[in-house]
C-alpha cells in the first residue's frame, strides 16, 4: 500500500467528511491525539489516506521547529497490520524536508493502554528515523 500524507488545509471536501465519519464511529469513542484535536486545530494536522483507493488510513498532529513531539491516531481497521510502520517512515520524510531534527517525548496514552506497546514501538521507530547520525 502507498500512502499519501496531506495537510488539513489542503484536504476535499469529500476527505474532510471521510476523516468526520470515521472519527464518529463509536469505536473511536475513546481514542486519543490527533482525533480530539481534529476539529478545533486549524493546522499542525495531516491525513494519511491510501493511495490507491482513498481511505483514511491515520491522522498526525506535529508542532513546528526543529523539534517536535508528534502524535497520532491510526483507524481501528488499520491498526496493528504494519500501517503505522508506513506512516511513521512517511513522516520522517516530511519531517526531515521541514528541518526537524529531533523527536521530543511523546505521550502515549491509548484508551486502556491498548495500543501503548505499538505506539511505542512507532515512537522510537520514528526517532530513529529522524535523529540518524550525520553521514
Known amino acids: 500500500m502507498s500512502l499519501v500524507?496531506?495537510?488539513?488545509?489542503?484536504?476535499?471536501?469529500?476527505q474532510?467528511?471521510?476523516?468526520?465519519?470515521?472519527?464518529?464511529l463509536p469505536?473511536?469513542?475513546?481514542?486519543?491525539?490527533?482525533?480530539?484535536?481534529?476539529?478545533s486545530y486549524k493546522s499542525g494536522l495531516y491525513a494519511f489516506?491510501?493511495?490507491?483507493?482513498?481511505?483514511?488510513?491515520?491522522?498526525?498532529?506535529y508542532g513546528d521547529g526543529t523539534s517536535v513531539r508528534p502524535s497520532w491516531w491510526i483507524d481501528h481497521e488499520f491498526r496493528?497490520?504494519?500501517y503505522g510502520n508506513?506512516?511513521?517512515e512517511l513522516l520522517a520524510r516530511h519531517l526531515l524536508a521541514h528541518g526537524v531534527t529531533h523527536i521530543g517525548w511523546v505521550l502515549i496514552a491509548s484508551?486502556?493502554?491498548q495500543y501503548d506497546a505499538q505506539s511505542t514501538k512507532l515512537a522510537q521507530r520514528l526517532r530513529r528515523l529522524v535523529e540518524r547520525p550525520a553521514a
Open 5 to 14: 500524507m496531506i495537510a488539513k488545509d489542503s484536504l476535499t471536501v469529500a
Open 16 to 24: 474532510l467528511a471521510m476523516v468526520a465519519e470515521r472519527l464518529a
Open 27 to 39: 469505536v473511536h469513542a475513546h481514542d486519543e491525539g490527533p482525533s480530539r484535536a481534529w476539529a
Open 49 to 61: 489516506f491510501d493511495d490507491a483507493n482513498g481511505r483514511l488510513i491515520a491522522l498526525v498532529e
Open 80 to 82: 496493528g497490520q504494519g
Open 86 to 88: 508506513q506512516v511513521m
Open 111 to 113: 484508551h486502556k493502554q
